[in-house]
């Protein structure tokens, strides 16, 4: 068995998302590993366990966790995602007060505090400060799980990221590793990044292109589609305001048309967020109808309804992006992973089919795997 050093991750964003990957590196203990392991795509990436992942810096701007040790932080208020693994403890890290820039929209302060962002009074940090505390801290890769429609933001950290060295996995739908000029500055520096917009575990994206996929490969016209969404999180309630949704929107559209056989008229397809209902909290319900035409011009259709807890879903994922990141700095691989991006991300810069991007990260994980080292 490897035994090898840590994989130290900063945070930008310490919500449900960030509170499910956090309980799950402390819930597949080396013990636990032993025992039937379940929920894990791989157990050891290159080496590298759940376990191995400890987070060193984490930046928010929410009054209940900035300041506040991430263990607990990620507990507080709003977040609501289901507690799976309780049994975190201290850290020693403290959160950061972060840039706020664009990461507020201004209609979730029309909702009571439980629900929404209370903005934290503390100073903001300048770009210097945030790449100093990433220095500081020995962060080797930075995670971005900001709301939807951070455009600012979400670049404002890329930048720190590039500055300060450290490889950069972008969870949200802004086009930062799809972006030619940015995916060149990380190759450019040597710093590995993956992205955009993370792909849920078992989430209506994948489910949705899946079938997608066999509807092409069965020889079945695609003529119409959509994709509804509901949720009760912070992630929902942002998503009410329409103007953030762009990226969003566009990620999600293009995930289920790049694997169509022939592409969908724009008004052929809607995919998106659909509604917030408080009471589901971190549960999703997705709706998807899919209309063709089988031998023959026949007629056909197909109704499907999928309900998930949001942020484990996407944790599922995040916890090998984190590994295969680390393992691309380990062999000095810079840029865009686009295997990894492709298999983990709704909006990699070059679309394949979920089989074809899951050979590329086997193979990716196979190629770059360090032999058998003794730390
Ligand atoms: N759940 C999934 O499966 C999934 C899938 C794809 C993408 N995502 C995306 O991941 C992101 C995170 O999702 P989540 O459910 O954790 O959201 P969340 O609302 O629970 O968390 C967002 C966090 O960011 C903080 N924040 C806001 N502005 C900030 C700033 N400028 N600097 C630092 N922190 C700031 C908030 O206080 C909050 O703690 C969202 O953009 C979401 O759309 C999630």
Redesign the pocket.
């Known amino acids: 068995m490897k035994t090898k050093g840590g994989i130290r991750i900063a945070i930008?964003?310490?919500?449900?998302?960030?509170s499910a990957l956090i309980q799950g590196i402390h819930y597949y203990t080396p013990a636990r590993c032993r025992e039937e392991v379940v929920g894990l795509m791989h157990e050891s990436v290159g080496g590298y366990r759940p376990s191995d992942i400890q987070v060193v810096a984490a930046?928010?701007?929410?009054a209940r966790?900035v300041g506040t040790d991430v263990s607990r932080a990620i507990f507080a208020l709003p977040?609501c995602v289901k507690t799976f693994e309780q049994d975190i403890p201290e850290s020693g890290v403290t959160v950061s007060m972060?840039?706020?820039?664009d990461?507020?929209s201004e209609h979730m302060a029309s909702y009571e505090p439980h629900r929404t962002?209370v903005l934290a009074d503390a100073a903001q940090p300048t770009k210097a400060e945030v790449v100093e505390e990433l220095r500081r801290s020995g962060a080797q890769i930075l995670l971005n799980?900001?709301?939807?429609g951070?455009e600012q933001?979400a670049r404002f950290y890329a930048e720190c990221a590039l500055e300060a060295g450290v490889g950069f996995i972008n969870?949200?739908p802004v086009f930062i590793a799809s972006d030619p000029d940015f995916a060149a500055r990380f190759a450019a520096r040597g710093l590995p990044i993956i992205g955009d917009?993370?792909k849920?575990q078992l989430?209506a994206t994948i489910v949705h292109r899946v079938l997608t996929d066999l509807f092409a490969k069965r020889g079945v016209k695609l003529l119409r589609t959509y994709q509804l969404n509901t949720g009760g999180?912070?992630?929902f309630l942002?998503m009410k305001n329409q103007e953030r949704l762009v990226s969003k929107k566009t990620s999600k559209t293009e995930a289920v048309q790049a694997v169509a056989k022939t592409r969908m008229e724009n008004e052929h397809i809607h995919v998106g967020p659909s509604d917030y209902v408080p009471w589901q909290n971190d549960n999703k319900v997705c709706f998807v109808r899919m209309e063709g035409q089988i031998f023959g011009n026949v007629p056909m259709e197909l109704e499907l309804r999928l309900s998930v807890q949001?942020?484990p879903?996407?944790a599922g994922v995040a916890i090998d992006m984190v590994r295969c990141c680390k393992l691309a700095l380990d062999h000095g691989i810079g840029g865009v992973l686009a295997g990894p991006s492709a298999y983990f991300c709704k909006h990699p810069p070059v679309q394949y089919t979920d089989d074809e991007a899951h050979e590329m990260v086997e193979a990716f994980i196979e190629a770059y795997a360090p032999e058998a080292v003794i730390a």
Not at 98 to 101: D, H, K, N, R, S
Not at 145 to 148: A, D, F, S
């Open positions: 930008a964003g310490v919500g449900n998302c960030a930046f928010d701007i929410d966790k977040n972060g840039a706020v820039l990461g507020l962002f799980y900001l709301p939807v951070s933001a969870n949200i917009d993370i849920s989430g999180n912070t992630d942002n949001d942020s879903n996407s």
